[in-house]
T-cell receptor, first 116, second 115 residues
């Protein structure tokens, strides 16, 4: 079984709809991240969480919100989806400092979102 | 602030030829550097990373990269390309100081391998 899972894998929605993307991990990592990938732009950080009570904005957080329901679960919400949020979304996890591999992030398979 | 520049959004090589994917970074503190690979319809997989120590690092699938501080570069190479190497490759940098470890990615280089 995959260590980092994302649901759904594909989603089509309409402008103005609320949508939630979910991420779960079995790696036991404290740190979780949400990125979006757009062709030619690489990956950009949306939000990140260092533990359940520590959530931080990334470089492109406008229009998004997150919820860290448990150590293993980190959800990304689009409160009112717009077409330019059409992208591939990735969740990632990493160990906290002091564990010897804290700098390495492990990625889920991605969620492909289309906003019409 | 950190940044990564990947030279060439698309690189095409013949099977058996040398693969060279270029990455230059900017960082105000000693960096940690990474190469990730993304195969079609898959997530990102770590190829290799440099944190400290030996500047030539070896990764999976025969890839290696050399950290050159004077050139602020971390180019990825493989002596002989295989068809299965066709993918998109991302260079990334994170801050080795503090406890942040946020990754900043380059825009990616799509590698095509021709038979």
């Amino acid at each position: 079984d995959a260590d980092v899972t994302q649901t759904p894998r594909n989603r089509i929605t309409k402008t103005g709809k609320r949508i939630m993307l979910e991420c779960s991990q079995t790696k036991g990592h404290d740190r979780m991240y949400w990125y979006r990938q757009d062709p030619g732009l690489g990956l950009r950080l949306i939000y990140y969480s260092f533990d359940v009570k520590d959530i931080n904005k990334g470089e492109i957080s406008d229009g998004y919100s997150v919820s860290r329901q448990a150590q293993a679960k980190f959800s990304l919400s689009l409160e009112s989806a717009i077409p330019n949020q059409t992208a591939l979304y990735f969740c990632a996890t990493s160990d906290p400092p002091g564990t010897g591999a804290q700098e390495t992030q492990y990625f889920g398979p991605g969620t492909r979102l289309l906003v019409l | 602030a950190q940044s990564v520049t990947q030279l060439g959004s698309h690189v095409s090589v013949s099977e058996g030829a040398l693969v060279l994917l270029r990455c230059n970074y900017s960082s105000s503190v000693p960096p940690y550097l990474f190469w990730y690979v993304q195969y079609p319809n898959q997530g990102l997989q770590l190829l290799l990373k440099y944190t400290t120590g030996a500047t030539l690092v070896k990764g999976i699938n025969g890839f290696e990269a050399e950290f050159k501080k004077s050139e602020t570069s971390f180019h990825l190479t493989k002596p002989s390309a295989h068809m299965s190497d066709a993918a998109e490759y991302f260079c990334a940098v994170s801050d080795s100081g503090g406890s942040n470890y946020k990754l900043t990615f380059g825009k990616g280089t799509l590698l095509t391998v021709n038979p």
